[in-house]
């Protein structure tokens, strides 16, 4: 393949002309098999633009008296052709790693996950990874660094550094799955707002770090209806926002004992067509409140007949006439075109004929 751009690493073997004899002496060259797996490894953010399925590869070519090592990318079995603003970019990527902690591999880096590994968590936050990867557990007794979204880490002493460094990776991907999935959060414990949180939430110590006044925190408890993604629930709260989601089939039954429930204590809530939507600011009213749901849910009723309006107040006037016939009647909100609804129950056979 004519090659009009290339990336030349500073990797080289020395050619030693001559004849083949026993005395011969052992090419030099300036850099050893780590070298080059290091180099490959920490290539990799460099090469996703031309596609996720990139891979690098590193080939030798004679370059002034000796073999040189060069950088190609391949997608497949075919070699890609670089311009040359592409290969700037990536010579400038083999000087700085060749010169700048050399010895350590690209473990993890933020967003993407290396070639042929799981994936990292979708929509997970940059900054949650940044807080947390320097606790992990999986990488303990390596000496290592995180910088600009990229975790590091030196196998230079190991001897069977590629299958440590795979095993390593892949633990490391589901630490942090589990973490994340658990809802683990660094703060700051002379913060009062996080002694108020973690009182509101039921967190515990998850571990202690080296870094002055703050401590990884987790819940003590897990509810998978409320809370099916704890990480989530815990930073939208963080964040200010106490909308709670409850599972409740869109079955006209079923969302009637509910807003039975829930309109005896609660102004504002709505449902999807899976959900409930409703506020609470702490867990003790949201386990009060998803219990109150469960129980409601278990009650009998016999017939529910519905009516649709676009506005509260039209709603409310149709309620207030179909209570003159049937005790219970109540308003709630969907997600629909329509979005108030005014639901009508009766648990005998009789039959709301006379009604709206």
């Known amino acids: 393949m004519q090659k009009t751009h290339v990336v030349r690493t500073p990797y080289y073997r020395e050619i030693i002309e001559g004849q083949l004899l026993e005395a011969q002496p052992i090419a030099y060259q300036n850099f050893t098999d780590y070298n080059i797996f290091c180099l490959t490894t920490r290539l990799h953010p460099y090469i996703k633009e031309f596609s996720k399925e990139a891979y690098v590869v590193l080939s ?3 370059y002034e008296e000796a073999v040189y090592f060069f950088v190609d990318i391949k997608i497949g079995d075919n070699y890609v052709s670089l311009n040359e603003e592409q290969a700037k970019r990536l010579q400038d990527a083999v000087v700085e790693i060749t010169t700048e902690n050399p010895n350590y591999t690209l473990l993890y880096y933020l967003g993407i996950g290396l070639p042929n590994k799981k994936n990292v968590i979708e929509d997970c936050p940059e900054s949650w990874i940044n807080d947390i990867i320097k606790f992990t557990l999986s990488t303990q007794g390596y000496d290592s660094f995180y910088k600009d979204g990229k975790f590091y880490l030196d196998l230079s002493d190991v001897d069977d550094y590629y299958n440590v460094f795979y095993e390593l990776q892949d633990s490391l991907i589901d630490e942090l799955r589990s973490l994340y999935f658990s809802g683990v959060l ?5 913060d009062k707002q996080t002694e108020e949180f973690v009182k ?7 571990a202690r770090t080296e870094l002055e006044n703050f401590n990884l925190y987790a819940p003590n408890w897990r509810n998978d209806l409320f809370a099916p993604n704890m990480f989530k629930f815990l930073t939208q709260r963080l964040l200010g ?15 009637h004992k509910v807003a039975s429930y829930l309109s005896g ?3 504002d809530f709505y449902f999807t067509m899976k ?4 506020d609470a600011d702490d867990l003790d009213k949201i386990r009060k409140i998803t219990d109150g ?8 009723l016999k ?13 409310e006037d149709f309620a207030n006439e179909a209570k003159k016939v049937l005790k219970d009647v109540v308003i709630y909100r969907t997600d629909e075109s329509l979005p108030y609804t005014v639901s009508l129950a009766s648990s005998s056979s009789e039959i709301m004929e006379n009604i709206g």
Do not use: C, H, W
């Open 60 to 62: 030798s070519y004679e």
């Open 186 to 190: 660094l703060f700051d414990i002379t």
């Open 200 to 206: 509101k939430f039921s967190l515990t110590i998850y």
């Open 241 to 255: 926002d106490n909308k709670v989601s409850f599972p409740v089939a869109s079955k006209l039954m079923q969302r």
């Open 265 to 267: 204590f609660l102004d």
């Open 275 to 278: 959900y409930v939507y409703f």
């Open 293 to 300: 749901i469960s129980v409601a849910l278990n009650g009998f």
């Open 303 to 315: 017939k529910v007949m519905i009516k649709r309006f676009n506005s509260k107040k039209e709603a």
